[in-house]
């Protein structure tokens, strides 16, 4: 049967309608191959059309082989698929079932746990709250007995009040009548201490008849400042607070000029300080730019007047002078005065370096400083730039060719059209350029 499925029998032609080997529909999977069942009949009827008996003699045999070929598939074996997948989905139903019922029983005894301690829970705060509610009740009670004594004692607070601004306005009474009282007595004038003792015992006619004669005997001094008393008490308590006043002010003082004596020795210390620094850097870059040379600064001072007194430290600094050798001679030492130009600019640069040393800056711009300088004071410029650029910036503008070959770029101005022009040139550019002007120069 599987030889006659899978390829037409021997002696017998290929039908024209013959769609294939069985092996077709078994390599289908299960609705694949009864949706091909319709298209395969489909097709047969349609061919059937144009063949002759013979041919559909043939037809028949292998319709009834195909008949029997799917009979036998059905039996075999998707009936059996069909049993075992029946099969399969009860035992999977009653597992999950079993399964669901485990689940919800957990859940269920988890609940009813709940359920008690929740019931437990509730029980517990009934009796709370009924505690509570006996304890809001005093409370309540307590609280109504507090406003009564709030209200009486209210009360008493209210006619306490009424009798203090009585006993108020009786005191401001005799305050204001006690003022108008002792205005009366300043314009008396000044009493002697005892006036008061002396006079507290006599009666008021005795009092009255006294005070007439007393303005009787005043009317006599009636020219004279009654005032004149309590003008010198007030005019000596003035003075007791000026100078008062004047002794604090002269503590100020004090204090600001020793405030001021701290801040000139500091500023004298500093200048003593920073010239010292100065003056040492002078020297040894002096020596770096003339080998054998020496040179040094000097501080000047005022001299001191013939009464011996003598100006503030600060102000006793005249200037600073200074005394160089080129060749380390004490007798050849000049001042600045007596130096040529070329010497006078390398000590110029030597106080720029020296300065640049104390406190250095972040750039430095030269003009044509080697100009008056001889070669091999160039040189040791050139040198000392090219040390000096690790900490900051030197831009210098020169025609020797010493300063451009320790340079790291190099700019060329040219005048063109009669503008300027400014455009970076290497090392061999720049000394060419160098050597064209060197003779205009």
Same mark, same amino acid.
């Given at each position: 049967?599987?030889?006659? #499925?899978?390829?037409?029998?021997? =002696? ?18 299960? %609705?694949?191959?009864?949706? $091909? ?58 597992? *999950? ?24 829970? #509730?029980?517990?705060?009934? =009796? ?9 009740? $005093? ?25 203090? $601004? ?13 003022? $108008? ?9 000044? #009493? %002697? ?117 003598? #100006? ?8 600073? =002078? ?9 007798? *050849?030492?000049? *001042? ?5 130009? =070329? ?58 060719? *010493? ?35 060197? %003779?205009?120069?």
């Amino acid at each position: 049967l599987l030889l006659i #499925l899978s390829a037409p029998l021997d =002696g017998f032609p290929t039908p024209p309608w013959f769609i294939g080997s069985s092996s077709y529909f078994f390599s289908m999977t299960l %609705p694949a191959f009864f949706s $091909e069942i319709p298209k395969t009949f489909k097709n047969i009827l349609r061919q059937t059309t144009t063949l002759s008996f013979s041919e559909l003699a043939e037809l028949c045999i292998f319709t009834q082989v195909e008949k029997n070929m799917y009979e036998n598939l059905l039996a075999s074996n998707l009936f059996k698929r069909r049993d075992q997948l029946l099969h399969n989905i009860d035992e999977l139903g009653m597992s *999950e079932r079993k399964q669901e019922y485990d689940t919800k029983k957990v859940e269920f005894d988890q609940a009813t746990a709940a359920m008690d301690n929740t019931k437990k829970r #509730l029980d517990w705060l009934e =009796g709370e709250i009924e505690v509570y509610t006996k304890k809001c009740k $005093e409370l309540a009670t307590k609280i109504e007995q507090k406003r009564t004594k709030e209200k009486d004692v209210q009360e008493s607070i209210e006619e306490e009040s009424k009798s203090m $601004e009585k006993m108020a306005n009786k005191r401001a009474a005799k305050i204001r009548k006690k003022e $108008e009282v002792m205005r009366k007595i300043r314009e008396l004038g000044s #009493l %002697p201490a005892d006036a008061f003792e002396k006079y507290q015992n006599m009666n008021q006619k005795e009092l009255w008849k006294l005070m007439n004669k007393c303005n009787t005997e005043l009317k006599k001094y009636a020219h004279v400042n009654k005032k004149a008393l309590d003008q010198f008490v007030s005019f000596s308590e003035q003075k007791e607070k000026l100078l008062d006043r004047k002794k604090e002010l002269d503590k100020g003082l004090d204090a600001i000029k020793n405030l001021m004596d701290v801040l000139e020795h500091r500023k004298h210390e500093a200048i003593q300080l920073t010239f010292k620094q100065v003056s040492h850097f002078f020297t040894e870059i002096f020596k770096k730019l003339v080998p054998g040379g020496t040179a040094t600064l000097v501080m000047k001072k005022s001299e001191v007047d013939d009464e011996g007194s003598h #100006l503030p430290l600060v102000e006793q600094f005249t200037g600073v =002078g200074i005394k160089v050798s080129f060749s380390g001679k004490v007798s *050849e030492t000049k *001042e600045m005065q007596q130096l040529s130009g =070329g010497q006078k600019s390398l000590v110029a640069l030597t106080l720029i370096f020296a300065i640049q040393k104390c406190d250095p800056a972040p750039f430095y711009l030269f003009d044509e400083i080697d100009q008056a300088l001889d070669p091999q004071h160039r040189k040791s410029v050139a040198e000392l730039i090219s040390k000096q650029s690790d900490t900051c910036q030197f831009i210098t503008t020169t025609f020797r060719p *010493e300063l451009v070959q320790t340079a790291n770029k190099h700019y060329g101005v040219i005048y063109r059209n009669k503008v300027s022009h400014i455009q970076q040139v290497t090392l061999t550019e720049a000394l060419d350029f160098i050597e064209d002007e060197a %003779p205009d120069r």
